[in-house]
Structures are given as structure tokens and as C-alpha cells.
């Protein structure tokens, strides 16, 4: 079921709130700047659509952390602003709502900073309730592409062009002339410190892989699917 289109006598504290997030951010000259929440978004709304009468879809958070992203367009949060958000959003599920079981599902790599803080803080003040946090992406996939993308590399743009080809501006990615990363990106220099045309393919060209990119989506909401169904409180 989805949050904003159920009427308030249809919540039930038995279902298993899925919360995705993501971010705005550049994601190279070829992806959307949603990147991260569009696949948030997609890989939540699929087990949904396999879940329905046990999940409750919440809308998108749009806005994480993206201050690695400096000297390129991207909307960000503070950190402080972040878990004071996430900090009243799970307590509101939790006493307003009355669900007892939530999962955040999470696209942004800059995201996973502060959510395991505020994690951590509702579980250890709740008994009764409890959050986990479900990440889409994970070091299999780039072993699977045989890559390290750090961010808008081979993996991510090959997820993209398997939800919507559309949004992949492939003409663009020709205007990527180095694939060349800095050491210490995301810790000591932004992105475009590290790469100056926003690309952390760790030193490989973009290889599109559409049918993988899809096996790996597939294989990301069953993943999740499975968490739901063995989320016990």
C-alpha cells in the first residue's frame, strides 16, 4: 500500500513501513540528478507492488548529504539536518502512525554517514519498535561489473538505462575524457577534486550492461522482499 494514497482507517501497525531515500546531486554530464532516488524509489515501489497487503510505501525523501559534491549543482542537507529530519520522521511513524517496524531504503553512499546514528538512537529508545536501514547498493555489484564505481560509473548508469533508457543522455557520456580518480575522494577532496568531470569509475571507461543492471535490480528487491518477511520485532 502506498502512505499518500490509503485512507487513515486502512494504516494497520502490522504492516512494514518502507521509507526510500536519496539525493540531488550531479550524477556526470549523462545521468539525471535524481539518480540515487530514482533507484530508491524504484527498488521500494517493487517490493510493494510484491507486498502489498504487508508494506506501506512512504513517499521518497528527495534530499540527503551531498556536500562531496562541491563546485558541482546538487541540494543538501546538513548532517545536523539530516538526523534531526530522520530523528522526528521515525518517531512520527512510530507514535502517530503506530507502525512498529520500518525500513529505510537508501541509494546514497553519502546517506550512510548519519543514518546508522539515528539507527541507533530509535532502537536503543524503543523496546517496541525498531528501524533497519537497506542499502541498494553493495561491493558484490561491482564485483559482478568488475568495476569500482565510486559514483556515476558503469554500475550506476547501467541501473539507470534499465529502469528508463531515457534518462541516460548517452551522447554525453563521450564528453567524459578522464576516467582518472583522486586518492581520498569523499574524505579529503570532493568529487570534482577527485574527478573533474564527476565521474568515479576508478580509472575504467562507462561500459553500459543493460540486462545485468536489471539482474542486479531484480536481485536488490528480493533482497529486500526477504528482509520484510523476516523483519520481527
Do not use: C
Amino acid at each position: 500500500m502506498k502512505l499518500i494514497e490509503i485512507a487513515r482507517d486502512e494504516i494497520r501497525e502490522d504492516l512494514v513501513g518502507l521509507v526510500p531515500v536519496g539525493s540531488i546531486e550531479q550524477h556526470g554530464p549523462h545521468l539525471p540528478m535524481g539518480t540515487d532516488s530514482i533507484i530508491s524509489e524504484y527498488v521500494a515501489s517493487k517490493a510493494e507492488e510484491k507486498l502489498k497487503e504487508i508494506t506501506l510505501l512512504f513517499p521518497t525523501i528527495y534530499y540527503g548529504v551531498s556536500l562531496e559534491h562541491k563546485g558541482f549543482p546538487f541540494v543538501s542537507l546538513s548532517f545536523q539536518t539530516a538526523i534531526s529530519l530522520f530523528n522526528d520522521l521515525l518517531e512520527s511513524i512510530f507514535k502517530d502512525l503506530g507502525l512498529r517496524r520500518i525500513i529505510i531504503v537508501n541509494s546514497h553512499g553519502g546517506n550512510s554517514y548519519f543514518l546508522p546514528l539515528v539507527q541507533r538512537e530509535f532502537n536503543m529508545k524503543h523496546n517496541d519498535a525498531k528501524v533497519m536501514i537497506f542499502n541498494t547498493f553493495s561491493e558484490d555489484e561491482k564485483l559482478r561489473f568488475n568495476v569500482n564505481d565510486l559514483h556515476a560509473g558503469t554500475v550506476e548508469t547501467s541501473k539507470i538505462y534499465a529502469i528508463d533508457k531515457r534518462m541516460v543522455r548517452l551522447n554525453k557520456i563521450e564528453e567524459i575524457k578522464s576516467y582518472d580518480v583522486r586518492d581520498g575522494v569523499f574524505v579529503y577532496y570532493s568529487t570534482k577534486e577527485a574527478n573533474q568531470f564527476g565521474v568515479l569509475n576508478d580509472g575504467k571507461p562507462i561500459r553500459i550492461n543493460e540486462e545485468l543492471g536489471k539482474k542486479i535490480l531484480a536481485d536488490t528487491v528480493d533482497k529486500l522482499i526477504w528482509l520484510i518477511l523476516n523483519f520481527k520485532v
